[in-house]
């Protein structure tokens, strides 16, 4: 067993370092576990944390919301709270609530005001630097961590896609309402885009349509294989008018917003709809070049006269887990081809720049950091 853990550290806005810890020690109840981090997967948020545009409140800190491990060790206590043994293989939520508010208690523990922090996410300064998130070769879970029990027979690069699943099932058919028949529009064809439509064609939506850029031939093309009957290159096409040709002017049941930094799908979501129908904004805008952020003018009257239901979709909660884990287990969809790339430790800032767009010649959906490669 070895005394010392690498892990690698965010100090700053485009500044990482690969650092060794102490191994956490699991004596008492109130340690929880420790995780043996197998994968941990990289989103657009954490891209926006890397570049600084969620702020600086926690730093320094171990980044990665997103690990799938198998547990080390674990106190009695623990175990029996969680129902999981040491050697079994989980996914860990990255929020930790404090499990006995009322709003836990009612089953909102993603409101809770109480959590005592977080994992791969930005932490009470209180808390301090710890092994706390998933670009680590070892992870110290917190007694109130959420975590699901995933099969061990599965390749670690496509159990951990367990959170963009989890986002897709969460952002389109439960805020989304998708549903036998729905016709959908996904805006951004990314690794949550991609997701979305694999949940809504899952649920057995009527039309599906996804957009994307002249540099996501490939994800667009994978779209294509997920369940989307039709996609828009928007640098080619425009969004609104394509949709409105393809539902006789009616526009679509429900549209999501997946896009990064852009305001103008936001618009287009509006004109895209039908009456009544429901928009879901997932995609973060950040900040602007002043450090302000991103904001749209919303035509109010639209959002009346079309009685648009409009809902802003944070994170994944465990419901959404739990559906996209069986999805991942049942083996219907080829996740494989949306599993891109994989790098260890020494490569996180490379993996995440590569996520961003900013390598040249690279054409990335998701990508793993293996921490034991």
């Not at 600086?56 to 171990?62: I, N």
């Not at 623990?78 to 929020?95: F, Q, S």
């Not at 509006?270 to 997932?282: D, E, N, Q």
């Amino acid at each position: 067993m070895t005394d010392m853990v690498r892990a690698v550290v965010q100090t700053g806005p485009r500044q990482m370092e690969l650092r060794e810890f102490p191994r956490p020690v699991i004596a008492s109840a109130d340690d929880g576990a420790l995780l043996r981090v197998e994968a941990c997967g990289i989103c657009g948020s954490d891209v926006e944390q890397y570049k600084g545009a969620l702020g600086s409140r926690g730093l320094p800190m171990v980044p990665g919301h997103e690990p799938l491990g198998i547990i080390e060790e674990i106190t009695p206590e623990t175990a029996a709270r969680w129902g999981v043994t040491a050697g079994m293989r989980v996914a860990v939520e990255i929020l930790i609530p404090c499990r006995s508010c009322g709003l836990c208690l009612a089953g909102q523990y993603m409101q809770c005001k109480n959590r005592p922090g977080s994992h791969g996410g930005y932490n009470p300064p209180e808390r301090g630097l710890g092994l706390y998130g998933g670009y680590a070769e070892y992870m110290h879970l917190h007694p109130n961590s959420i975590v699901h029990p995933v099969r061990g027979d599965l390749p670690a690069p496509i159990a951990v896609m367990f959170n963009p699943l989890g986002a897709g099932v969460r952002w389109a058919l439960q805020y989304g309402g998708v549903h036998l028949g729905s016709s959908v529009l996904v805006l951004g064809a990314g690794q949550r885009g991609l997701a979305a439509i694999l949940a809504s064609r899952h649920a057995g939506a009527g039309l599906i349509i996804a957009t994307g850029l002249s540099r996501d031939a490939r994800k667009l093309e994978l779209a294509r294989e997920f369940g989307a009957d039709v996609t828009i290159n928007v640098q080619e096409e425009d969004t609104v008018a394509r949709v409105l040709e393809l539902t006789g002017g009616d526009g679509v049941d429900v549209v999501l917003d997946l896009t990064p930094i852009a305001t103008s799908p936001v618009l287009d979501a509006v004109s895209a709809v039908r009456w009544g129908g429901t928009i879901v904004l997932a995609g973060l805008k950040g900040r602007d070049a002043e450090g302000e952020p991103r904001s749209v003018a919303l035509p109010t009257d639209t959002l009346v006269n079309k009685a648009l239901t409009v809902r802003g979709a944070f994170s994944v909660d465990a419901a959404a887990y739990t559906d996209a884990i069986a999805l991942i287990e049942s083996g219907a969809f080829p996740l494989e081809k949306m599993q891109t790339h994989r790098f260890g430790l020494d490569q996180v800032e490379h993996a995440i720049r590569l996520l961003a767009g900013e390598v040249p010649g690279e054409d990335a959906i998701h990508v793993a950091i293996m921490p034991g490669t």
